[in-house]
């Protein structure tokens, strides 16, 4: 028989304060919110995003902020050292929120530079993740990955190709993370469908910030989208963030390898 693992808080969601978790992209609707809720809970929590988000949005005060370009290996590799200097190389979490949605087309009419970004931004940066913080974590002793895919990874709709070829690979991608790193390190996936943030808008640093997606969908289009849902509404970002706080946590111990699709039950799989 196997030893009997301690018992869980129910009352507790997310992880334990004073754990140390980073948060990748964690400027735009769903990061900022999910940093927010970790500071709040007395969880240690480092911020990456790009320059110019970082200047124009802002981290939260409590939040250790670096510049980080999801595009760039040696731009990677320098915010991931930094992280590793904030804890001393030790780190209990990460999530990995980056991405960027090209555009609603076939693919062959996109270009070979915009498939490159999109890849670069969606799938690679996830890859350049896991390579510079997976030791951290060995370290430690202990981690939860959790990354982050759509419900287009497995419904594929007209025009979603590219976007969706990139996000089916995170969820690849994260099944190889699991398998590998077994049983001290966990990595998860979260497949949200439509949510009301910026990013439809192709992202946070090209939207300007604005957080409502609706404003992006003509009435049609939303109506559309809205007769799918069982839930009956589109996803608000704290529907997104409680998922990932439960992955985070202990709570979530036994699950690995798993994609946690949110989207009102408009895909059940």
């Known amino acids: 028989m196997t030893d009997q693992p301690t018992p869980l808080d129910f009352a507790r969601l997310g992880p334990q304060p004073g754990q140390r978790i980073v948060v990748t992209g964690g400027c735009g609707g769903i990061g900022r919110r999910l940093v927010e809720a970790l500071l709040d809970s007395g969880v240690e929590t480092v911020v990456l995003d790009l320059p110019e988000v970082l200047a124009r949005l802002h981290a939260p005060e409590r939040a250790v902020a670096i510049e980080y370009d999801a595009r760039s290996i040696d731009g990677t590799a320098r915010a991931f050292q930094s992280v590793g200097e904030v804890w001393g190389g030790e780190i ?28 670069d931004v969606n799938l690679r940066s996830a890859y350049l993740m896991a390579k510079h913080l997976l030791p951290m974590m060995r370290k430690a002793g202990r981690g939860a990955i959790v990354l982050t895919a759509s419900g287009l990874a497995n419904v594929v709709e007209k025009g979603t190709g590219t976007y969706s070829a990139t996000k089916a690979g995170v969820i690849a991608l994260t099944k190889g993370l699991a398998r590998e790193n077994a049983p001290n390190i966990r990595a998860n996936v979260i497949a949200p469908g439509a949510v009301e943030t910026a990013f439809l808008r192709g992202g946070t640093a090209r939207s300007g910030g604005e957080t409502n997606e609706l404003q992006v969908m003509n009435e049609d289009q939303f109506e559309k989208i809205l007769a799918t849902v069982p839930l009956g509404r589109i996803a608000v970002v704290d529907d997104i963030v409680g998922s990932i706080l439960f992955l985070l946590s202990e709570n979530s111990r036994f699950i690995t390898g798993h994609t946690l699709h949110i989207n009102g039950g408009r895909l059940m799989v």
């Open 92 to 119: 209990d979490g990460v999530v990995h929120l980056p991405g960027f949605l090209s555009r609603n087309v076939p693919i062959d009419q996109i270009s070979v530079e915009e498939w490159g970004e999109t890849m």
